[in-house]
C-alpha cells in the first residue's frame, strides 16, 4: 500500500500526504516500478482512501485513479477504507468496472468504533461485511484498536467483546459459500442469500431494530443458528424466527433459497 489515507493531503486536511493528487500519482507510479524490479509478483495496492468527508479530504483523487489512464503501471488493487459503507466509493468503483473491467478493489480497513452498544455493534459489522462482498470486492480487512475504544477486545483484560465472537461465526459460514445470490432491504430488515459450495442456500436474516421482530420463512430448511452460532433449530418446513437486540441475526441453511415474511 503507497501512503494510508492519501487523500488527506493539502488543500484539504494534511493529516497522512503533503503533496499535491498529482504528485501522488507520480510516487504511486514510481512506487509500483520499483517494487516491480525487485519483486515482479509483489502486489502493489493504492492508497486506503479514507472516506469522503467535507472539506477534510480530497473525493476526486480516488475517483481520479480510476480511470483508464492509470489502469497499468500505478497499481494492481484499487484499495478503499469502509467506515462509510458501500456508498462512499460508489461512483469509483462503477468507474473502475468500466475503465478497467479486470481490475481488483478491496476494503482494507473497517471497524465498527462509531456505533453504540454491542447489538448496533454487530449489525454495523455483518451487514458492511456482506454489503462489500455482494459489490463484489475481493477482501475485506477489519482492523481493532488498542485503545479505550473496546472494538472486538476489551481494553482492561484483552478478552474478545460479542462482535468478535458474532464477527468469527460470520465467516465460519461464509467460507463454505462461493457464490452471492441476492440481497434484500425490508424496512428495517436484512436479508442475503448465498450459495453453499455443498448446493444448499445460506440465508442470513437480520434486523437494524432493538425491539423484537419475528420472521417467517419457508423451505426446505436444514438447520438454523442464532449470530453467536448456536443452533436454534433442525429440519423444518416453515418456521418463525425472533430477531432483537440480544440476537441481531438468524443464519438459515436450507436445500432451496427461502421466503422470508
Avoid: W
Avoid at 461512483?91 to 448496533?120: Q, V
Avoid at 465460519?172 to 436484512?190: A, G, I, P
Avoid at 448446493?199 to 437480520?206: F, H, R
Avoid at 452460532?229 to 425472533?242: L, S
Amino acid at each position: 500500500e503507497v501512503v494510508n489515507e492519501a487523500n488527506f493531503h493539502p488543500p484539504y486536511k494534511p493529516a497522512s500526504y503533503s503533496g499535491t493528487s498529482e504528485e501522488y500519482y507520480e510516487l504511486l507510479k514510481a512506487a509500483y516500478s520499483a517494487a516491480k524490479r525487485a519483486d515482479p509478483d509483489c502486489v502493489v495496492l493504492t492508497s486506503g482512501f479514507a472516506v469522503p468527508i467535507n472539506d477534510m479530504t480530497d473525493s476526486e483523487m480516488p475517483y481520479e485513479l480510476t480511470k483508464k489512464k492509470y489502469a497499468k503501471g500505478y497499481y494492481d488493487i484499487f484499495n478503499v477504507h469502509g467506515y462509510s459503507g458501500i456508498a462512499a466509493f460508489e461512483s469509483c468503483i462503477d468507474n473502475l468496472k468500466s475503465e478497467n473491467p479486470n481490475a481488483k478493489y478491496i476494503m482494507s480497513e473497517y471497524m465498527p468504533y462509531r456505533e453504540s452498544g454491542e447489538g448496533n455493534k454487530i449489525y454495523a459489522e455483518i451487514t458492511n461485511v456482506l454489503d462489500f462482498a455482494y459489490e463484489g470486492y475481493d477482501k475485506y480487512i477489519d482492523m481493532g484498536l488498542r485503545s479505550n475504544a473496546n472494538v472486538y477486545l476489551t481494553y482492561a483484560n484483552k478478552s474478545p467483546q460479542k462482535c468478535f465472537h458474532a464477527t468469527a461465526v460470520l465467516n465460519r459460514f461464509l467460507s463454505k459459500c462461493n457464490e452471492f445470490v441476492s440481497k434484500e432491504m425490508h424496512e428495517d430488515t436484512v436479508i442475503y442469500t448465498l450459495k453453499r459450495t455443498d448446493g444448499k442456500y445460506l440465508t442470513v436474516i437480520g434486523t437494524g431494530g432493538s425491539d423484537l421482530k419475528n420472521i417467517n420463512i419457508k423451505g426446505n430448511i436444514s438447520s438454523v443458528y442464532d449470530v453467536y452460532g448456536r443452533k436454534i433449530a433442525d429440519a423444518e418446513t416453515d418456521m418463525q424466527i425472533g430477531l432483537s437486540d440480544n440476537n441481531k441475526f438468524s443464519y438459515v441453511i436450507s436445500e432451496s433459497t427461502l421466503v422470508c415474511e
